[in-house]
């Protein structure tokens, strides 16, 4: 991951302000801790810290056009870039960088070129020629991006929330799947799949179309100039994404630059379900296995650079974002720059626990689509900036465009959960990698319970954040809560905790309303809370409050 700063329309273009703009770039330099650029003509400013994953020696940004009138900024990995380079004959380009082809794309088709990138980014795009400009999301916001408003007229655009909190007098997070245009002065959906209507689809059922779908997005995102490995817990998912990276990794480039041996990573309490699970699926497969270990105080200790880092206080996502953060760091270390990992199947599949209630097809579907939009706010904003955090950059295979059309368009019968047919949770996942001639996971593995990350990494993890959350707030202080903040009030002692610490880095009420609020049981949307009258009475994000469910669920609470 890198980071992108952008300023357009300053008032002041003294040297005074470019030296504002370069220190306010530096708040991103974790994120891109290789390089950093800035390019500034009249009163816009693009700035850019560079982690380095493709082309290392010549993809340093802000990337050009053949006479520099076109300037781009980029966060992200275009995968396609060479196929597009095909279609750009006529253009010279000056780096082997995948995002290069952004700028002659526009040269090209002007606006309309969105929907050709197939990869994860949020780009800047300047057109010196008449001082226009565009910004872009990726389809389902993997990569996160900010919008901000200055006093003096200037839009802004930055990676984090955190270099444009002190300058900007509002400010937003930046919608997934649309583009800004300066021409034509708003927002608009580029991202337009036949699921964003949440009509109920009808197509059946086919293993081998599903399977082959998910072994094209792993495989895709095997392009990396530097080594690289798998975030491992053990679960179904990361399992999956380890198996099919695992089986093809020789054939790639990739492979034959840093060796056919995958690298598996995992983190965990000593004990926890995960490091078991995980270290039985690396001997399986063969990887080159990397477990590291957390104690709960270390967790704690490090809980309000998580939340700098994270940008958010919801309790789900920090409860998730520290042993991400921890392991994020232990990689780094051992010159590691890029993991893949297994965000999304939950949410694309109906994997979490409460799905086990959805009343009927039609509501299980809708909820998998609610959940999909979402996911700029949750886990891809975790997985995107706990890792960012130490300079590595997190792939999402289960996220890649074509496959979460291909999955979304099956009739979601398929995927509800009927326990009388011996369909589990994420049962069509499970069953298209269900391979008796060439396995690709032991059965008790590819059929494991569902576990969420904060979950998965030790129980006493959370049991451990709430004891200490219920040592530092008081009664009386969660009491008047709705007094001391009345926007996403905080219903728990834990959720009170993390709020404090995230208004001490962020003061202004922009950045409060950028963190999603509302009932959730095991990290439902507000909405299926209405599948089970009990839940209402267990509201919490970890997996276990998915009452007569989870193996290991909570006592259920007396009304």
């Known amino acids: 991951m890198c980071g992108i700063l952008a300023i357009f329309g300053c008032i002041d273009n003294s040297q005074a302000k470019r030296s504002r703009i370069i220190e306010l770039s530096r708040r991103l330099r974790h994120r891109g801790p290789d390089w950093s650029g800035l390019h500034s003509h009249e009163d816009c400013y693009l700035a850019h810290q560079r982690l380095a994953i493709v082309d290392p020696t010549s993809g340093d940004q802000p990337l050009y056009n053949e006479d520099k009138t076109i300037v781009v900024a980029v966060n992200g990995e275009i995968y396609n870039h060479k196929a597009l380079r095909g279609q750009l004959k006529s253009h010279q380009f000056r780096t082997e960088s995948d995002c290069e082809v952004i700028a002659h794309l526009y040269e090209e088709h002007g606006e309309n070129f969105i929907d050709m990138l197939d990869g994860m980014f949020s780009f800047v795009l300047l057109d010196t020629r008449d001082k226009s400009f565009i910004a872009a999301r990726d389809a389902v916001g993997i990569t996160p991006l900010y919008m901000g408003w200055g006093l003096d007229g200037s839009i802004w655009f930055s990676s984090e929330m955190k270099a444009l909190s002190d300058d900007c007098e509002r400010f937003v997070s930046f919608l997934p799947g649309h583009i800004y245009s300066s021409k034509n002065g708003g927002l608009r959906r580029w991202y337009n799949p036949p699921w964003f209507s949440e009509n109920i689809p009808s197509t059946p059922y086919d293993h081998l ?13 095997l392009m990396t100039d530097v080594p690289f490995g798998v975030l491992l ?37 000593k004990g926890s379900p995960d490091l078991k699970a995980a270290r039985e699926v690396a001997d399986y497969l063969g990887t080159r296995h990397h477990e590291f270990h ?20 919801d309790v789900t996502t920090i409860r998730a974002s520290t042993p991400m953060f921890l392991m994020s760091r232990k990689i780094k270390s051992l010159g590691v720059k890029m993991v893949l990992s297994g965000e999304g199947s939950d949410e694309i599949f109906g994997g979490y626990l409460y799905f086990h209630k959805a009343p009927n097809k039609e509501e299980f579907h809708q909820e998998t689509c609610r959940k999909i939009k979402a996911l700029h706010l949750y886990d891809c904003l975790r997985a995107n900036k706990s890792t960012s955090a130490w300079g590595v950059e997190a792939r999402v295979p289960f996220l890649d465009k074509e496959f979460i059309n291909i999955a979304m368009n099956i009739d979601p019968e398929w995927k509800m959960i009927q326990p009388d047919l011996g369909r ?36 006493s993890w959370i049991d451990g954040l709430k004891d200490h959350a219920n040592s530092q707030v008081s009664d009386s202080m969660l009491t008047n809560a709705s007094f001391v903040y009345p926007h996403n009030t905080p219903t728990t002692k834990e959720g009170y905790y993390y ?8 003061l202004k009420a922009a950045a ?16 299926a809370v209405e599948w089970d009258a009990a839940w209402s009475n267990n509201l919490d994000p970890s997996g276990r409050a998915a009452l007569g ?6 006592e259920v609470k007396e009304t």
């Open 233 to 269: 817990s053990g679960g179904l998912d990361s399992s999956l994404v380890a198996a099919v990276a695992n089986r093809y990794l020789a054939d790639t480039e990739a492979g034959r630059q840093w060796g056919s041996q995958l690298h598996t990573f995992c983190v965990g309490l």
């Open 512 to 527: 409060r309303e950028t963190v999603p609020g509302g009932p959730s049981v095991a990290c439902s949307t507000a909405k």
């Open 549 to 554: 469910v989870h193996e290991a669920a909570y």
């Open 499 to 506: 709020r404090t610490i995230f208004e001490r880095f962020f």
């Open 424 to 459: 589990i949770e994420k049962w069509v996942l499970r069953n298209a990698f269900d391979d008796d001639q060439n396995p690709y996971l032991p059965k008790h593995i590819l059929y494991r319970q569902k576990e969420q990350f904060s979950d998965g990494v030790g129980y």
């Open 209 to 221: 179309v599903l399977r082959k779908a998910f072994e094209k997005a792993v495989v895709k995102r």
């Open 294 to 313: 957390f104690t709960v105080q270390e967790g704690i200790d490090a809980l309000e650079e998580v939340i700098y880092h994270v940008e958010t206080y």
